[in-house]
């Protein structure tokens, strides 16, 4: 259960004084958060931790903010950290290690291999571990005021359809389980919850048992655990329609089916025959802003940030996009309640399209007026023409791509 600590602190005076240790930020969270902690809200130091060096992490913003990455750190509070996941201590140099103990206020830990093929065993060295392995070298940091990790709404998806809690759901023994998946590569046996995610995708089991072992091995460490659905496309910030390669979901489905269509079938719920099911999904800025309003606010346990705090859309709204648009002929999409009925390719990798789950959002319910550089208020925004216009530019792009050829 999230404790958000109630108070109307002012966000540019908060993050000035603030020094914010992040990971991922070459990924599509890591580099909006980046640009906001920079640009928007004047933090005092930046530490980002990058993998390989630093020619590589400035090849990446050049690829994925290629206007905005200049401004970002001519602001001179952006510091990189070369360092390695799979190495104590990060790889990081010792003097390197002690700047940051002595002056990181906030941990935001938004790197993930992310996945959905890898195999658990892969998943869980490469998330879980590295994650925990973070949260204990955070310990260390004198001035630490909270640990804030991104993991996924769907880190629960053995529950039914219907609401899904901010709280963490414990089942079985979460110690026992990473230590039996190292070492044989597969869940225990009766664990069920767990066999079913490792059948939606490993990325979620490894997700799921993070959530459970950083309070339970760190239970004085200040936790902020953000769940977020389906990640899109950015409103407006770092600019939009920003979202790297294959990292919004929806698009990457968009993409793939405009290009080779399939069947069409889905298997839904029987309460949603009509593929009315709420398929969540939310720009990457009002992410970063839930995230970062929860950092000001100094929320602890678990938020999540998803289409309640947003605008809702089903799974038929998504596929209306893709058929105004398609520049290949395609079968209509199908939705059928037969579970027997073999299902196209795009719905059989993508699991989660035919479930229905609503995510509260009771702890940013509070926050959805706060108005500043960190608003989710949508003002004037039109959510179903953006994402379809989101349609219309993949459509493009894949006509396009083939008058070159």
């Known amino acids: 259960m999230s404790l958000v600590v109630q108070r109307t602190p002012d966000a540019s005076t908060f993050f000035r004084g603030q020094t914010i240790f992040l990971t991922g930020g070459t990924g599509c969270l890591g580099g909006c958060l980046l640009f906001k902690l920079a640009l928007k809200l004047d933090a005092r130091k930046i530490f980002v931790l990058v993998r390989g060096s630093a020619a590589q992490a400035m090849a990446s913003w050049a690829r994925t903010m290629p206007i905005e990455i200049e401004p970002v750190?001519?602001?001179?509070?952006?510091?990189?950290?070369?360092?390695?996941?799979?190495?104590?201590?990060?790889?990081?140099?010792?003097?390197?290690?002690?700047?940051?103990?002595?002056?990181?206020?906030?941990?935001?830990?938004?790197?993930?291999?992310?996945?959905?093929?890898?195999?658990?065993?892969?998943?869980?060295?490469?998330?879980?571990?590295?994650?925990?392995q973070l949260a204990k070298l955070s310990t260390t940091f004198t001035k630490l005021s909270c640990f804030a990790y991104i993991s996924s709404a769907y880190a629960n998806s053995f529950l039914p359809d219907g609401v899904v809690e901010e709280k963490i759901y414990e089942m079985g023994d979460a110690e026992k389980e990473v230590s039996d998946i190292l070492e044989t590569g597969s869940v225990s046996r009766g664990m069920a919850h767990l066999s079913h995610l490792e059948g939606v995708a490993p990325y979620y089991v490894g997700k799921h048992l993070t959530e459970r072992l950083l309070p339970s091995r760190y239970p004085h460490l200040p936790i902020l655990?953000?769940?977020?659905?389906?990640?899109?496309?950015?409103?407006?910030?770092?600019?939009?329609?920003?979202?790297?390669?294959?990292?919004?979901?929806?698009?990457?489905?968009?993409?793939?089916?405009?290009?080779?269509?399939?069947?069409?079938?889905?298997?839904?719920?029987?309460?949603?025959?009509?593929?009315?099911?709420?398929?969540?999904?939310?720009?990457?800025?009002?992410?970063?802003?839930?995230?970062?309003?929860?950092?000001?606010?100094?929320?602890?346990?678990?938020?999540?940030?998803?289409?309640?705090?947003y605008v809702p859309r089903t799974l038929s709204h998504i596929h209306a996009d893709i058929r105004a648009f398609c520049p290949s002929e395609s079968a209509p999409f199908t939705y059928v309640t037969d579970m027997t009925i073999e299902q196209g390719k795009y719905a059989r990798f993508w699991k989660l399209f035919g479930r229905d789950w609503h995510f509260s959002n009771k702890a940013t319910k509070p926050l959805l007026a706060v108005m500043g550089p960190l608003s989710v208020a949508l003002e004037d925004h039109d959510a179903a023409s953006f994402m379809r216009n989101r349609a219309r530019i993949i459509a493009e792009a894949i006509l396009k791509s083939k008058t070159k050829l």
């Open 73 to 132: 750190f001519a602001t001179g509070k952006v510091h990189l950290v070369v360092g390695d996941f799979t190495k104590g201590d990060f790889g990081i140099e010792p003097a390197t290690l002690a700047e940051l103990a002595e002056q990181v206020t906030l941990v935001v830990h938004a790197a993930a291999s992310i996945s959905l093929k890898a195999p658990l065993r892969t998943t869980i060295a490469n998330n879980c571990i590295p994650t925990l």
């Open 225 to 309: 655990i953000v769940r977020p659905t389906i990640i899109g496309p950015a409103i407006s910030q770092p600019y939009p329609y920003y979202g790297p390669s294959g990292s919004c979901p929806i698009s990457t489905y968009m993409r793939g089916y405009m290009k080779a269509p399939d069947s069409g079938i889905f298997h839904v719920s029987p309460y949603h025959p009509m593929g009315t099911n709420i398929l969540d999904e939310i720009p990457v800025d009002l992410v970063a802003n839930i995230l970062l309003l929860h950092l000001l606010h100094g929320t602890r346990g678990i938020v999540h940030a998803g289409a309640q705090s």
